[in-house]
């Protein structure tokens, strides 16, 4: 699986939208983009994932650049309980079920 | 629907010590796994199961084994506990669709302290 560099750490208004950068410049064809978050040392929450076009949920949308090396994950509202680590990963879709977490985006929302 | 339910929440051990991780799901999730995270750092994957009577090892088996008898449940075992295995356990479990879907539902997490 290709690997995926994010800041380590980011601050958020509260109310406003936070956009988290990910970096995938090794990423294939057939690798999909996953996005997990967890909150306090809860157990990891997925929130979204895509391929090549844009996605949106109720919780978050991907953007996916046109050569896929990088992809944001946007809040568009974030609250108080948006605060966690916010990880980024790729990987095939047809993979051997090992979801590889690195260390994330620890996303801090202030009031 | 309880989701992944994870026993004991906390725990400590003295080195050289064995105990059993319990995690449970009641979605007929065919994938279960067990992931530790140290401090400050990522999960990383111990041991997964495909279905019952099938398991393989992740990134970090050493020290750990696991069985899989039934659809439900998932046991991890620490043979013989060091203080390296100081950790937060997670269990994860998903739909027979994985990895199509990629979405892994996560237990609360076992905090283990070895001493």
């Known amino acids: 699986d290709a690997k995926t560099t994010q800041p380590p750490s980011m601050d958020c208004a509260e109310g406003r939208a936070a956009n988290l950068p990910c970096n995938h410049s090794t990423i294939s064809g057939n690798e999909y983009v996953y996005w997990y978050r967890q909150i306090h040392s809860q157990g990891p929450q997925y929130i979204i994932h895509g391929l090549k076009n844009n996605e949106t949920n109720e919780m978050a949308s991907l953007i996916i650049t046109e050569d896929r090396k990088s992809s944001t994950l946007i809040l568009p509202h974030a609250t108080l309980r948006d605060t966690a680590v916010y990880y980024c990963i790729v990987r095939t879709r047809s993979n051997d079920y090992k979801l590889s977490f690195g260390a994330g985006t620890t996303v801090t929302v202030r009031a | 629907n309880a989701g992944v339910t994870q026993t004991p929440k906390f725990q400590v051990l003295k080195t050289g010590q064995s105990m059993t991780l319990q995690c449970a799901q009641d979605?007929?999730?065919?994938?279960m796994s067990w992931y530790r995270q140290d401090p400050g750092m990522g999960l990383r994957l111990i041991h997964y199961s495909v279905g019952a009577g099938i398991t393989d090892q992740g990134e970090v088996p050493n020290g750990y084994n696991v069985s899989r008898s039934t659809t439900e449940d998932f046991p991890l075992r620490l043979l013989s506990a060091a203080p390296s295995q100081t950790s937060v356990y997670f269990c994860a479990s998903s739909s027979p669709t994985y990895p199509n879907t990629g979405e892994l539902f996560f237990g609360e997490g076992s905090r283990l302290t070895v001493l």
């Open positions: 979605m007929n999730h065919e994938y």
